[in-house]
C-alpha cells in the first residue's frame, strides 16, 4: 500500500480495537450498599441506609456518602491469568483495608474533564498476576455520589466485575498509542514519520485477529521503532505526576479530604508497579487532614517522601490567592508552610507551588525571598485573555527590586496526559528554549484530584529516549529547579505584578467571605499586640498554640477557590459560619487581653474612667463614643490613654463642632459636600485649599447598577456600554450626633434596599460613606463611581507591604486589560500638589480610568453558588481629598484608622497595681512617617517579640525604633524569625536604613 494512502485516523480503529480486548469479564461481583446523608467512620460503615445494587441500579442522590461492599470469587478457568476488579459506581470511590485506611481511589470515567488531556477515571482493582483460581474477593469502599468536579453523574452502578486482563493486549495497546500520535505531530515528509505509519499499517494487518502469536508479531514489529533512541538532546522535559488538588470548590471542604485519600492512595499504589515514578502534591493543610484522618495512609506517605519518590511541594499552608490577602497573611502562609513540611519531613520548601491562582500580588517577590524561597512555579498567565506573557522562564521582580526564578510549564496545563502532543507542544511552544535546555510537565487528573493513572506512566515508559521527541526524565520539581537555576544570568527580567487577564469578578464575588477576612486579619493583628502588652505585664494572654489554629482556619478560607468567591454555596454556608465564630472567639480574646492590661491601673484613678487603646504607630487624635457620649482623645502611638486622666479626652461641646446637615448639604470645618435630588454629589468643596473636588459637570458616588451574566469568575470587560441603572432615591434624612453630621440616603432597586450614611465628622477631611445594602437581585453588579478634578496618568493602589501605580489610560492592549485591579485600603489619583484617595473596609475591586475612581461593591453570578451575595452586606468606603500627593498626605495612615478603630475597655474598680506600660506611653515608636508597623507579636519560639515593618513610600530612608520596655537583645531576621544581624541600641533607638517598599523584621529578646 502506498504510503499516500496511510492515513493517521485509519489506524484509530486498530487502537479502539486493542483496548476494547484488554480486559475480558468473566464474573459479576455482589454489591451492597450502606448509604448516608455524610460520611461516617469505617466501624459505622453499616449504619446507614442498605441498598443491594446491580448493574444499572441508582445508589444516591448528590454529595450522598456510601460505604459499598464488593463480594465474589474469582473463577476456576481464570487461573494463571493476571486478574483484576473493573469497579465504576458513577462516583468516587476510596477502597480500605481490613482497618478501614485508604488503599486505592477510583473515579467515575464519565467525570466531567477536558477529554484533550485524557480520560479521567480509574476503574482498574489490581487483585493478582497469576491467579491461583477460586480466590474470594472481599473489599470495603467508602464512596461519594459526585464526579471529580462535584457535578451529580447519575449515581448508578455502572460496573462492578471481575476481569482477565491480558497483559499483552495492553502493552500493544500503549506501544500503539504512543507512536501512532507521535507521527500524527511530527512534519509531513520526515523520514520517521512515514516509516511509523508504514509500520502501524502493517500491524493493522496483522491484527484481524488477536491471537497470542498475532499480537507477539506485532509488538516486536512496533517495538523496534520504540527502540530508537535520539541523540544529544537539545531540551530536557522533567516530568513529575501531580494531582492538583482544590481545598474546595465545586465540592464541599469535607469532600477534599476524601479526595485527598483517594489520591494519596492511588499514588502509593502507582509507585508500587512503577518504580522510575516521583509524584508531587502541595498544601501542608492537605496533609495535616491526612495525618489526622488517615494515620495509616500517612505514614505510608513519610516513607515514600524519606525513599525521594514523594515530593512536599510548595511553600503555603494552602494554595492562596494572592490579591486579596494581606501581606502578613501571605507571610503566615509561608511560616506554617514551610515549618510543617520541615517538622513533619525533614525538607525545606524552596520553591512557591502555585498553578492555579488567579494573579499574583507585586509585593511577593520579597516576601519569598525573605522567607528562604528562591523559585516559583505558576500556569495560569496562559490563561490572559488579550496578551500573551512573553516569557516561560524568567526572573520576576518585586516592588522593592527583589527577584524569584519562575517558571510556567510550556504546555500551559498541571493536568498533563504525557502523551507525545504533550511533549511536542512543550518543546514548540517554550517561549525560552533560545536560552533554556530544561521544562516542566506536570502529568496527571488535577482539581479535583485523581492524580496520575496507568496511561500516564505507560506512556512515559516509552518516552523517556524515543526517536522524534524531546527526552522526558521523570524527576523532583526540586532538581529541576536546580538545573533551572543554573542560567539564571541569562533570562529575562518582567517587573511588578503578575496580572492575569481573566477573572476579575473574584476581586468582588462572595463580599460576605472578603468582609469577614479583612476583619479577622485585623482582629488577629489586634489580638497579637494586646497579647504582647499582656506578657510584658506579668497577664496571662493567649496560648501560642490557639493563636496559630486560629490562623491557620483563617489562611485555609484564603484558599484560591474560597476567598476570591468561587466556589458553591454550601462552601460559603459553611465558611461563614465558621467566620463569625471565629471572629467573636478573636474579638473576646482581644477584649480578655486589654482587660488584663486595664486591671494593672490605679483603681482610685480610674474610676468610671476607660483606656483608650491604639494599635497603630502614630499618635491618633480622634472622636470615640463612649457609653453614648462623644469625647475627642489622644492616644499615643501603640500605647493606650485614661478618658479621664489629666485632660487625655474631653467631652463634645456642641458649641465648639462645626459639623451641620440639612436636606442637601453637609460640612465641616474642611469639607462641605452638596448632592443632588437623585443623591448623587454634585459638589464637594475643599474650604481649608479653595478647590473643587468633583470634576465639572460630574456626580460622584454616583451608585450604578450593571448588567453582569458573568459567573464568580468573569463579567464583561464592556460593562459599561451595556448601560446603568440608578438605584432609586426615596427619602433623604439630615442627622447631627455630636461631631458628627450627615445624611441617611435611602434607595430601592428592583427588590433590594440600600441605606448610605454620609458621614462628616468636625476635623477631619475624610468623608464616609457607612452602606447597609439587602441585595436581592440576580445578575447585577452595583458599583460607585467618583470623578474627581484631578489629573494623572496613573493611579497609586495600595498592595501588600507598599503600593503600586498603574495607568489610567488604554493605550495599549496590556493597559486595556487591566480595567479592574485589585487594591487593599486605598487608591489615590494626585497631581503634584493635591489628590483625591478611595479608601474602603473590605471590598478590593476597583477602575481607574481617566479621572475617575470606581469601587465594585457587590456582585450576584448565579454560578457556581446560585445564591452568591443575595443577602444583607454592610460596609464602608470613604472619599478623602488632600493636599500634595498619596505619601506627602500620609493617605496610608488614613487607610489603617478606617480599617483599624481604636479599641476600649472598663478600667477596674478598687485598688490594684500599676501596669508596665504606663498610660501616655508608647509600646514601640518609630520616628519616620514612612515607615509602619505591621506586625507585633511573640516569636514563634516564645522567646522574643517580634516586630515587622515595612517602608510605605517607595523612598530611601532611616528610621529609629524605640521600644517602651527593656530588652536585652535585638536581631535582624527572614521573616521566618531566624536571625540574621545583632543591632545595637544608639541613645536608646535602633537605627533601621530602609530601601524602597522594604519588609523588616526585628526581633527583641
Not at 524569584?404 to 517554550?430: F, G, Q, W
Not at 473576646?588 to 482587660?595: F, N, Q
Not at 464637594?684 to 479653595?690: F, T
Amino acid at each position: 500500500m502506498p504510503y499516500e494512502t496511510i492515513k493517521p485516523k485509519s489506524l484509530k480503529g486498530m487502537l479502539d480495537q486493542l483496548q476494547a480486548h484488554i480486559y475480558e469479564p468473566v464474573s459479576n461481583l455482589q454489591v451492597s450498599a450502606w448509604v448516608t446523608p455524610e460520611p461516617v467512620a469505617y466501624a459505622e460503615r453499616m449504619s446507614g441506609t442498605k441498598v443491594e445494587l446491580a448493574h444499572g441500579d441508582r445508589w444516591g442522590n448528590l454529595w450522598d456518602c456510601a460505604w459499598f461492599h464488593f463480594t465474589g470469587q474469582v473463577p476456576d478457568h481464570a487461573k494463571g491469568a493476571k486478574v483484576v476488579l473493573l469497579i465504576d459506581v458513577n462516583g468516587e470511590l476510596c477502597l480500605v483495608d481490613e482497618e478501614g485506611s485508604p488503599v486505592q481511589g477510583l473515579t467515575n470515567i464519565n467525570s466531567e474533564f477536558d477529554f484533550e488531556l485524557g480520560l479521567p477515571g480509574k476503574r482498574v482493582v489490581h487483585i493478582s498476576p497469576d491467579a491461583a483460581g477460586s480466590e474470594t474477593i472481599d473489599i470495603w469502599a467508602d464512596a461519594g455520589c459526585n464526579d471529580l468536579f462535584g457535578r451529580y453523574r447519575s449515581g448508578t452502578l455502572k460496573e462492578a466485575v471481575v476481569a482477565i486482563c491480558r497483559e499483552e493486549v495492553r502493552k500493544l495497546y500503549y506501544d500503539a498509542e504512543v507512536l501512532l500520535e507521535m507521527a500524527e505531530l511530527l512534519p509531513a515528509g520526515s523520514a520517521r514519520k512515514e516509516r511509523i505509519l508504514r509500520v502501524l499499517y502493517d500491524v493493522s494487518l496483522i491484527l484481524t485477529e488477536l491471537t497470542d502469536e498475532r499480537i507477539a508479531k506485532a509488538s516486536g514489529l512496533l517495538g523496534e521503532q520504540l527502540a530508537k533512541r535520539g541523540g544529544d538532546p537539545v531540551m530536557t522535559v522533567s516530568a513529575v505526576g501531580h494531582a492538583h488538588i482544590d481545598l474546595a470548590w465545586l465540592w464541599p471542604i469535607r469532600e477534599t479530604i476524601r479526595k485527598g485519600a483517594r489520591t494519596f492512595s492511588t499514588a502509593l499504589r502507582m509507585m508500587e508497579q512503577y518504580p522510575d515514578y516521583i509524584f508531587g502534591a502541595s498544601q501542608p493543610q492537605l496533609y495535616d487532614w491526612m495525618k489526622q484522618h488517615y494515620p495509616k495512609l500517612y505514614s505510608q506517605i513519610k516513607e515514600r517522601v524519606k525513599e525521594g519518590r514523594w515530593e512536599p511541594q510548595g511553600a503555603m499552608w494552602v494554595e492562596s490567592d494572592t490579591n486579596v490577602p494581606s501581606g502578613e497573611s501571605l507571610v503566615r502562609q509561608i511560616l506554617y508552610g514551610k515549618r510543617y513540611f520541615m517538622e513533619e519531613f525533614g525538607q525545606e520548601m524552596k520553591t512557591l507551588w502555585m498553578p492555579d491562582v488567579f494573579g499574583y500580588t507585586a509585593a511577593l517577590p520579597q516576601i519569598l525571598k525573605k522567607s528562604g524561597v528562591d523559585s516559583m512555579m505558576t500556569q495560569k498567565l496562559s490563561w490572559s485573555v488579550y496578551n500573551r506573557h512573553p516569557h516561560h522562564t524568567y526572573m520576576w521582580e518585586g516592588i522593592d527590586g527583589s527577584r524569584v526564578l519562575t517558571h510556567m510549564p510550556p504546555e500551559d496545563t498541571y493536568n498533563s496526559p504525557a502523551a507525545p502532543r504533550s511533549i511536542i507542544k512543550a518543546e514548540a511552544e517554550y517561549l525560552d528554549k533560545n536560552i533554556s535546555d530544561n521544562c516542566l510537565m506536570l502529568f496527571g487528573i488535577g482539581d479535583g484530584g485523581g492524580g496520575p493513572g496507568e496511561e500516564h506512566l505507560e506512556r512515559l515508559s516509552r518516552e523517556s529516549n524515543l526517536l522524534g521527541l524531546s527526552p522526558v526524565v521523570q524527576e523532583s520539581s526540586a532538581k529541576f529547579f536546580e538545573k533551572l537555576s543554573e542560567g539564571s544570568e541569562r533570562y529575562q527580567t518582567w517587573s511588578g505584578e503578575l496580572y492575569l487577564e481573566k477573572h476579575q469578578g473574584t476581586l468582588t464575588s462572595q463580599g460576605r467571605n472578603k468582609w469577614y477576612n479583612r476583619k479577622l486579619e485585623k482582629a488577629l493583628r489586634e489580638l497579637e499586640f494586646a497579647t504582647v502588652l499582656t506578657e510584658l505585664g506579668g497577664h496571662h494572654s493567649a496560648p501560642s498554640a490557639e493563636l496559630e489554629e486560629i490562623w491557620k482556619e483563617v489562611l485555609l478560607y484564603q484558599f484560591h477557590d474560597i476567598l476570591p468567591g468561587s466556589s458553591i454555596k454550601r462552601v460559603y454556608d459553611e465558611s461563614l459560619e465558621r467566620y463569625a465564630l471565629l471572629l467573636e472567639r478573636v474579638e473576646k480574646l482581644i477584649a480578655d487581653a486589654y482587660g488584663a492590661v486595664t486591671a494593672g491601673i490605679s483603681g482610685t484613678e480610674a474610676s468610671g474612667a476607660s483606656a483608650i487603646f491604639n494599635s497603630l504607630p502614630w499618635e491618633r487624635d480622634e472622636w470615640v463614643k463612649l457609653d453614648g457620649k462623644w469625647a475627642r482623645v489622644t492616644v499615643p502611638a501603640m500605647g493606650y490613654a485614661l478618658t479621664e486622666a489629666g485632660g487625655d479626652a474631653y467631652t463634645a461641646d456642641a458649641g465648639k463642632l462645626r459639623t451641620s446637615a440639612e436636606e442637601y448639604l453637609v460640612e465641616n470645618d474642611l469639607i462641605a459636600v452638596k448632592i443632588g435630588e437623585d443623591g448623587t454629589i454634585v459638589s464637594i468643596w475643599d474650604k481649608e485649599h479653595g478647590r473643587e473636588v468633583v470634576a465639572e459637570g460630574q456626580r460622584a458616588n454616583d451608585l450604578r447598577i450593571y448588567h453582569d451574566d458573568g459567573d464568580a469568575w468573569d463579567f464583561r470587560q464592556d460593562y459599561r456600554q451595556t448601560g446603568g441603572a440608578q438605584p432609586q432615591l426615596e427619602e433623604t434624612k439630615a442627622f447631627t450626633d455630636g461631631p458628627t453630621a450627615g445624611l441617611i440616603l435611602t434607595y430601592r432597586y428592583g427588590q433590594s434596599t440600600l441605606t448610605q450614611k454620609l458621614v462628616l465628622t468636625d476635623g477631619s477631611r475624610r468623608i464616609d460613606f457607612v452602606t447597609k445594602v439587602d441585595w436581592k437581585e440576580s445578575g447585577r453588579m452595583l458599583r460607585t463611581s467618583f470623578p474627581v478634578a484631578v489629573r494623572s496618568d496613573s493611579v497609586s493602589c495600595e498592595i501588600q507591604f507598599g503600593y503600586l501605580k498603574r495607568q489610567t489610560h488604554r493605550n495599549t492592549m496590556w493597559d486595556y486589560a487591566k480595567d479592574e485591579i485589585c487594591a487593599h485600603h486605598w487608591v489615590d489619583l494626585s497631581e503634584a500638589d493635591y489628590g483625591v484617595a478611595l479608601l474602603n473596609d473590605s471590598k478590593y475591586g476597583y477602575s481607574a480610568a481617566g479621572s475617575i475612581l470606581d469601587l465594585n461593591l457587590l456582585r450576584s453570578p448565579s454560578s457556581p453558588d446560585p445564591e452568591a451575595d443575595r443577602a444583607v452586606h454592610e460596609f464602608t468606603y470613604s472619599l478623602y481629598p488632600h493636599q500634595g500627593n498619596h505619601v506627602q498626605a500620609e493617605v496610608y495612615k488614613r487607610g489603617y484608622e478606617l480599617n483599624i478603630p481604636m479599641r476600649t475597655a472598663a478600667l477596674p474598680q478598687g485598688p490594684s497595681g500599676q501596669p508596665k506600660l504606663a498610660a501616655g506611653s508608647s509600646l514601640l515608636q518609630v520616628d519616620h512617617p514612612n515607615v509602619m508597623i505591621e506586625t507585633v507579636k511573640q516569636a514563634e519560639d516564645g522567646k522574643g517579640i517580634i516586630v515587622r515593618m515595612y517602608e510605605t513610600a517607595g523612598t530611601r530612608l532611616k528610621a529609629g525604633l524605640s521600644a517602651g520596655f527593656a530588652f536585652t537583645e535585638a536581631w535582624s531576621t527572614d521573616l521566618m524569625e531566624e536571625k540574621s544581624e545583632q543591632l545595637q541600641p544608639e541613645d536608646g533607638k535602633l537605627t533601621l536604613s530602609f530601601v524602597p517598599f522594604e519588609i523588616k523584621t526585628i526581633r527583641l529578646n
